[in-house]
């Protein structure tokens, strides 16, 4: 079952969503949230620890699809270039979320306690994208460059990605970063 | 002044230390820094909001430095050579501090709230840097390219300078850091 079908996970992170961005994230109750999406608030606390978690939903998944990714790389690929098939898994994952990560990014961009769980999630990403390297047999220090290349191709790329002001091709956009990245690391 | 001569700063930051090894970040209280220091409570709440910062006074000191070598950087410089000379500074500022950075890094590791602040304070760091970029004239996303690229470098640099046995030159550390980074993107 996908979590983007109408269940509960899904209306409720919506409901959540919508308002957070009419009344503001801190102004905002879970019994609120859970009356928006026709829910019980017990039903609310099932799926999400708290109003916060709601927003980040989506990161188990999206890190466990980037591990998959990378573990499942062609054997002689080098570490950026599996790192390159990952993210265009994690872009793959997100293209057509346009409106709803705009929306998402912008209530996290109000608070700096969401903020602050978003750089918590980015590390933990580079943290599992590092040891999905090194399971590959990559090198520690190796693995930890690449995974920082990786995370700040995804950062920069999804940044242009929710900027634009139409939707675009958020894996084409993160490979491009990288390939900046590199030109720029070489003083070009 | 030096923050790190025997002053009410240095004093405050050091017992904190001490005490955070002996007992935990947790069992420590202010009070008993205070204590341990010789100083009185209200004077460590003149130099430190709570006992989380006082890790962490050195932060905005080592983005200054940063942002004003950057800005002084030669004007022909590439925006990665600007960036080098940040981080030789910013590994200049930190030499000979080896064995209270692996303590105060000892602490920070044990404890997901302190780990949470060192990552924000690594975040400001990296758009403190991209600003000082821009502010050179380089295009916006070239600055977030670069200041991404040095942040990576002074993380992993500074992470072997801390992991080694014995103190190395930081600097260094760093630049090969950032070198290894562009290999590694250049998928070598």
Excluded: C
Aim: hydrophobic share 50%.
């Amino acid at each position: 079952m996908s979590r983007w079908e109408p269940d509960a996970r899904g209306r409720l992170e919506l409901a959540a969503l919508a308002l957070y961005l009419e009344r503001g994230f801190e102004q905002t109750t879970v019994a609120q949230i859970a009356e928006r999406a026709g829910l019980a608030e017990r039903t609310f606390f099932r799926h999400y620890a708290d109003k916060r978690e709601v927003l980040f939903g989506g990161s188990a998944e999206l890190q466990t699809r980037l591990v998959t990714a990378v573990a499942e790389a062609p054997a002689e690929a080098a570490p950026i270039d599996a790192v390159k098939v990952g993210l265009d898994v994690i872009g793959g994952a997100l293209q057509g979320r346009f409106e709803h990560a705009r929306k998402r990014h912008r209530v996290i961009r109000a608070n700096p306690e969401l903020l602050e769980r978003e750089l918590i999630k980015l590390a933990a990403l580079a943290t599992a994208l590092a040891e999905a390297l090194e399971q590959r047999g990559v090198p520690q220090l190796t693995a930890n460059l690449a995974a920082e290349a990786g995370i700040a191709a995804f950062k920069i790329g999804f940044n242009r990605w929710i900027s634009a002001a139409k939707e675009q091709d958020l894996a084409l956009l993160m490979r491009d970063s990288l390939d900046e990245l590199r030109a720029v690391t070489a003083g070009q």
